[in-house]
């Protein structure tokens, strides 16, 4: 049975949060990727977005907050940052922006997919992007999601989908959601994994890592009794 999860969640402020985890789960989603916040009603999983001007801002952004969050996801702006991105495995996953000019667009290219790949790095879709009212921006950006998560798949990485919702008019329930992707030619099942299994194998991992106990990928401290 699926453990649905929404790890992209963009509230405005607290006030709109409160009312989103609400939502969420009554549209049976068990876990939430946001802002780091307390929550007796659903599984909240800390979230932090970073936007780094370059490979530099990154190594000190990861540095700072990756034993402070559950979920690191970094938001590439230039193919240097992507590189350096994919590289880190610090890093949990990999967007890159669809609202730019086409001619400057980055892409999720096959490097770049082989790299993240030996690193364990994932690769997120976020479905606000495509709730735009002008038809042929949306048949645009169709393409370049379709385009990078084709190689995401082909290339055997972690791929996550989320809603990106900024209040809750913007949730959508797990079935509507595995529904949208479709539009990016994802099947029904592989589709549901992308807001279950996947999100919560990666928060599985990170969270045992955050233990005192944790030192290195098989390095633990037992402590005796």
């Not at 990106?164 to 008019?169: L, V």
């Amino acid at each position: 049975m699926h453990e649905f999860v929404d790890i992209g969640l963009k509230p405005k402020d607290k006030t709109t949060l409160d009312s989103m985890l609400r939502e969420v789960k009554a549209l049976g989603y068990s876990a939430v990727g946001t802002e780091k916040t307390d929550s007796n009603l659903i599984n909240v999983i800390s979230r932090t977005d970073l936007y780094p001007r370059n490979q530099n801002e990154l190594g000190k952004q990861l540095k700072k907050l990756r034993k402070r969050t559950e979920v690191i996801v970094v938001h590439c702006d230039s193919k240097s940052v992507a590189r350096q991105a994919a590289r880190d495995h610090r890093v949990d996953m990999i967007r890159f922006p669809v609202d730019r000019e086409t001619k400057k667009r980055l892409y999720l290219d096959r490097r770049q997919a082989r790299m993240m790949r030996d690193t364990g790095v994932g690769f997120e879709v976020s479905i606000r992007d495509l709730l735009v009212d002008d038809r042929h921006l949306l048949a645009e950006r169709i393409v370049a999601i379709k385009k990078s998560l084709d190689i995401a798949i082909k290339h055997g990485l972690p791929v996550v989908a989320s809603s990106g919702a900024e209040d809750k008019y913007g949730l959508r329930d797990p079935h509507g959601l595995a529904s949208l992707l479709n539009l990016l030619g994802v099947d029904y099942e592989p589709a549901m994994d992308m807001i279950s299994t996947n999100p919560m194998s990666i928060v599985s991992v990170n969270r045992e890592k955050l233990k005192k106990s944790y030192i290195l990928p098989g390095v633990w401290v037992i402590e005796s009794e």
